[in-house]
């Protein structure tokens, strides 16, 4: 797990220095280094994900640095008053939207391990001049909040990248308050992958990897304790996309055939019981 986790964070920290302007110094058509790796596949997972609407009072530019497959906040019931939890909040985009819509009693927190993602999401809350949220440092396997604090747990294509997905819902389980929704978008596969896909760290770091199949996410949040479980598809991916290939390059032509409507990404809806 510490492997996959030390790849993930590098290969994200990358991501926001060039989207942000550092290796790739704002320049999308920069056709080398960092902007031309994992950047260039993850646009398949997360483009057009949010409406202008979505983004009113924040800076648009947001969208650009948000790395997700679904749009949870548009998606999860959120309530003023309420205390949400991002699970790898990254440049926290979905943590300010949710902020916005538990104002002005509620809070959101954000949780994230790699520095260069919390430090655009801070100078991101800065500029919005958004006061009900906070950025945590930390692991989503060992959230680092008590019990029973939280009513909802939003996340966005986040827990297929944990190489320990059990402890992150049992760790979820653990700081929702009884009642309380778990509402994430991640990717989500009817077919397992072969074993050659599921060793490969680009497509690990690219959300397809470390993806489940949907009766694993069911039988897995079960066993942390969840009730009301339910898997929406919200879109499939075609694995011959030119950008999706690069995520599944280890497979030959007739593999990837295989794989037409097997990999979606999904909005998985679950309840911790009073």
Avoid at 78 to 93: H, I, M, R, Y
Avoid at 129 to 139: C, P, Q, S, V, Y
């Amino acid at each position: 797990m510490d492997d996959i986790r030390e790849v993930v964070k590098q290969k994200y920290a990358e991501i926001i220095i060039s989207k942000t302007g550092g290796c790739c110094g704002g320049n999308t058509t920069n056709s080398g280094g960092c902007c031309n790796t994992l950047s260039d596949v993850t646009d398949i997972i997360t483009g057009n994900l949010y409406l202008s609407k979505d983004m009113d009072g924040l800076d648009p530019d947001m969208i650009a640095t948000s790395f997700g497959c679904g749009n949870p906040t548009a998606l999860a019931e959120l309530n003023p008053g309420e205390v949400v939890l991002d699970l790898g909040s990254g440049a926290g985009l979905d943590v300010l939207l949710s902020a916005k819509r538990v104002a002005p009693d509620g809070k959101a927190y954000g949780l994230d391990m790699t520095d260069e993602m919390l430090a655009v999401a801070r100078n991101n809350q800065e500029k919005a001049g958004i006061t009900n949220a906070e950025f945590l440092k930390g692991h989503i396997e060992e959230i680092p909040l008590p019990d029973n604090t939280g009513d909802v747990i939003i996340s966005n294509c986040v827990i297929n990248l944990s190489g320990n997905k059990d402890k992150v819902l049992h760790e979820a389980f653990r700081v929702l308050k009884p009642g309380g929704r778990f509402a994430v978008s991640d990717i989500v596969l009817r077919k397992s992958l072969p074993e050659k896909v599921k060793q490969d760290m680009m497509a690990w770091s690219g959300c397809i990897a470390g993806a489940l199949l949907d009766q694993e996410y069911r039988d897995k949040l079960a066993a942390a304790g969840f009730t009301d479980i339910d898997v929406e598809v919200i879109r499939e991916y075609d694995p011959s996309d030119e950008k999706m290939v690069k995520l599944l390059e280890s497979l030959s032509i007739e593999e990837k055939e295989q794989f037409h409507g097997a990999i979606f990404s999904a909005f998985v809806r679950a309840k911790k019981p009073f």
